[in-house]
């Protein structure tokens, strides 16, 4: 039986651990605020708005809310964003994607100052990942490799295979676990053979954004598998990248879809913003 990763249990930990060091800060007059800023009114994205409010008012962070219309024009976010960036008040600005076609999301990420870029978006913050200085990490992740550290799994000197390549995912991932000290491939939808590369990882993350594509034909026998994908199934249940009920068999250790790495990615936005603090000192 594999280890099934309890992503829930465990960023409820990371969110207590950030509550405590907010009131800390709030003991000193520390007070941290996140604007938080949607344009238009895409269902999913309210949802994931929505649950960002939340945390923010478990761990005692303010949220600043800016709902904007559909129609709300570049210049007019783009002048939002200047007069956060400017206010002294906001640790941190996060701008909920995707955006209407009518703007550009990566002049929008390279406007946000980059000490308050909490969501590890703007080249600054991929730049200084990758060269492994002080910045703001991609929380889903960032989440993942707490998920791994917390879980037991060590990564130096593991076989890890990433699938998938986006820039909020895949490349951070890659990155962090060769900060990690993991020896680190990255298949992407033209990479060839790909089983054969999948079948060498010690740790597996499928983030490939098809459901159930990863089955156990794809994995080594007692690797840890890491499923980024969110999917609704036919049935209209959630279901991950990764076939579980296939794959958990031969897996040590595996993330279930709920409940895996979906709630990481707000605990460690929540992370993002206690370390506000720090990184705007600098
Ligand atoms: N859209 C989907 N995921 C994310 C995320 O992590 N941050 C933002 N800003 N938008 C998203």
Known sequence: MALRIDGKAISMQIKDE?????????????????????????PASSVYVGNKKKACAYVGIESLSY??????TQDELLGLIKTLNEREDVNGILVQLPLPEQIDEDLVIKAIDPRKDVDGFHPQSVGALSIGQPGYVSCTPAGIIELLERSGVEIEGKECVVIGRSN?????????LLRKNGTVTICHSRTKNLKEVTKRADILVAAIGKPKFITKEYVKEGAVVIDVGIH???????????????????ASAITPVPGGVGPMTIAMLMHNCVESVALLKK
């Open 18 to 42: 950030c509550k405590e060091k907010v009131a800390s800060y709030k003991e000193k007059g520390i007070e941290i605020k996140l604007a938080v800023i949607q344009v238009g009114n895409d």
């Open 168 to 176: 909020i995912v895949g490349k951070p991932m890659a990155l962090l």
């Open 232 to 250: 609704r199934n036919e049935n209209n249940k959630l279901c991950g990248d990764v076939d579980y009920d296939d794959v958990e068999p031969v």
């Open 67 to 72: 709902e904007l219309p559909e129609e709300t």
